[in-house]
């Protein structure tokens, strides 16, 4: 099955830096990958996601890279506020088979200082 | 529309109880699912339905029942609690298709003891 691995588990940084997170997967037939933030005692909501047909998605402030050769994608957040502080997981399926079903990394503690 | 609505909110069971978690959803949505968060593990699925009547098993099914009478509604039963039970659970729901969101319950902070 599907295996996917998040990169930092923790991440600090002052407000207006940039933040990335990373994810790889292992099923190269996977091919949708969404990323979900959680703020604390919230529910997941979906933030952004990425089809294997495009290479990066831009939403504001948000972004999507993905590399289907070496199997990973990652997050990129532009001048980070402090209401982006939450836990964000990065998720894969094969859409053909995954009937709804998602893969999660481990997640990612983002923490932005004021 | 509510969305993904689970019950309680919160449960402490002692070892060896059984009880239901309960999970409503009103977009009329095909695909159920339910997960588990623990601490540096993310998000993993226990179970998994594509419409009523049909229900697999995920990730980690031992321990846990789950029926689909109504397109609305995806239970889950724990059986005989276990410590190693005590998790949060989530609810998600979706449309049929591909690339569809799964809208997540606002969650069930069970413990074990």
């Known amino acids: 099955g599907e295996n996917v691995e998040q990169h930092p588990s923790t991440l600090s940084v002052q407000e207006g830096d940039s933040a990335v997170i990373k994810c790889t997967y292992s099923?190269?037939?996977?091919?949708?990958f969404p990323w979900y933030k959680q703020e604390l005692g919230k529910r997941p909501q979906l933030i952004i996601d990425?089809?294997?047909?495009?290479g990066e998605k831009k939403d504001q402030r948000i972004a999507v890279t993905l590399n289907k050769t070496a199997k990973h994608f990652s997050l990129h957040i532009t001048e980070t506020q402090p209401e982006d502080s939450a836990v964000y997981f990065c998720a894969a399926s094969r859409t053909s088979t995954s009937y709804g079903k998602l893969t999660f990394g481990q997640g990612t503690i983002l923490t932005v200082h004021p | 529309n509510a969305g993904v609505t689970q019950t309680p909110k919160f449960q402490v069971l002692k070892t060896g109880q059984s009880m239901t978690l309960q999970c409503a959803q009103d977009m009329n949505h095909e695909y159920m699912s339910w997960y588990r968060q623990d601490p540096g593990m993310g998000l993993r699925l226990i179970h998994y339905s594509v419409g009523a009547g049909i229900t697999d098993q995920g990730e980690v099914p031992n321990g846990y029942n789950v029926s689909r009478s109504t397109t609305e509604d995806f239970p889950l039963r724990l059986l005989s609690a276990a410590p190693s039970q005590t998790s949060v659970y989530f609810c998600a729901s979706s449309r049929q298709g591909s690339f569809t969101e799964a809208f997540f319950g606002q969650g069930t902070r069970l413990t074990v003891v």
């Open positions: 099923d190269s037939a996977s091919n949708y």
């Open positions: 990425i089809r294997s047909n495009v």
